[in-house]
């Protein structure tokens, strides 16, 4: 018997193509189109599984989903499904548990950059025909010897952690658990409560998931307690910053500059102050994909929707409820 996965995100054909051929013997695709409420229900009516990365699942796409066994997350952090619903009607919930450290990562690394040389702002300036090298829209810095802060140090923040080592700087974290002293010392990293880690960084990088304790935790205090010559990188969720406060403060020059690629609505709306700014470097919440990186992200997907249809329990690692 032939059992449905759904894709919701509205993916290319291409992508949907190399999907398939990965698939599990006994298992067939479909995906959305558009991101349309009435059209996600429509598709998820016979699924036996679930998959989203971006697009919301609540209680009432869930309800239309009488069939589904298991809502595997693409990616990590699952702030955009309702675990209650889930748990209500019987569905496990699964994530791809430390599949998008590394891109996200290098991604963060790349947004520094860009951010502190004004990489984004002169290639826009180029694309409007402008030469504008000693109009630059804010200082420009290196990267190398500053101190970068750290909020959220699970995989993804410490493989940032990782790769800003050979730039010589110090490298502060922050968690709910303090790590051992000799993973401090392996990582080259110190643990300093949230107060002072944006009190002394050059650079805040934000890692840490989306929860009650994390929402709206970067407001307009907390921006005006960093450095006036310091960025904000956010790579976490946009509902851990305050949108309406990080433009204040990059308006009243607070901060030097911000980098995001998430937002608290999503697709953002393009009349966003944020995309106007020529000291913000904004991205489409791409920080996690990497061709090289999907084939094996899809296949630890579908090995745990493989385990469900056999009666058997999803990786450890990847579980959620």
């Known amino acids: 018997m032939t059992s449905k996965i759904v894709v919701l995100d509205p993916i290319t054909a291409e992508t949907a193509t190399r999907m398939r051929g990965l698939l599990p013997e006994g298992m067939q695709l479909e995906h959305a189109k558009n991101r349309d409420a009435d059209h996600l229900k429509a598709i998820v009516v016979d699924a036996d599984f679930i998959v989203s990365g971006q697009i919301a699942v609540d209680a009432a796409l869930l309800a239309a989903a009488p069939r589904a066994r298991l809502l595997h997350k693409w990616g990590v952090g699952v702030d955009n499904f309702d675990l209650d619903a889930a748990r209500a009607q019987g569905v496990i919930v699964a994530r791809t548990t430390g599949s998008n450290a590394v891109p996200v990562a290098e991604f963060t690394l790349g947004l520094m950059i860009g951010l502190l040389r004004n990489l984004a702002w002169g290639h826009h300036t180029l694309q409007n025909h402008q030469w504008r090298t000693t109009q630059l829209p804010k200082p420009s810095y290196m990267l190398s010897g500053k101190t970068i802060g750290i909020v959220g140090f699970g995989a993804i923040g410490q493989n940032v952690a990782r790769l800003l080592r050979p730039f010589g700087g110090r490298i502060l974290y922050n968690k709910n658990r303090r790590l051992p002293e000799a993973e401090e010392q392996a990582l080259g990293v110190e643990f300093a409560e949230l107060a002072t880690l944006l009190a002394e960084a050059d650079v805040v ?105 056999r009666g058997e329990p999803v990786a450890e690692n990847d579980f959620v409820c």
């Open 205 to 309: 990088s934000l890692h840490c998931p989306m929860t009650p304790q994390t929402a709206g935790m970067i407001d307009r205090r907390a921006l005006q307690s960093m450095k006036r010559s310091a960025v904000l990188i956010n790579v976490a969720r946009g509902g851990v910053v305050v949108e309406s406060d990080l433009v204040d403060a990059l308006r009243a020059k607070e901060i030097l500059g911000a980098a995001t690629d998430v937002y608290e609505t999503e697709p953002v709306p393009f009349d966003h102050p944020l995309l106007t700014m020529e000291n913000v470097v904004a991205t489409p919440h791409i920080a996690a994909m990497a061709a090289d990186n999907f084939e094996s992200t899809v296949l630890q997907m579908w090995g745990n929707i493989a385990r469900v249809a």
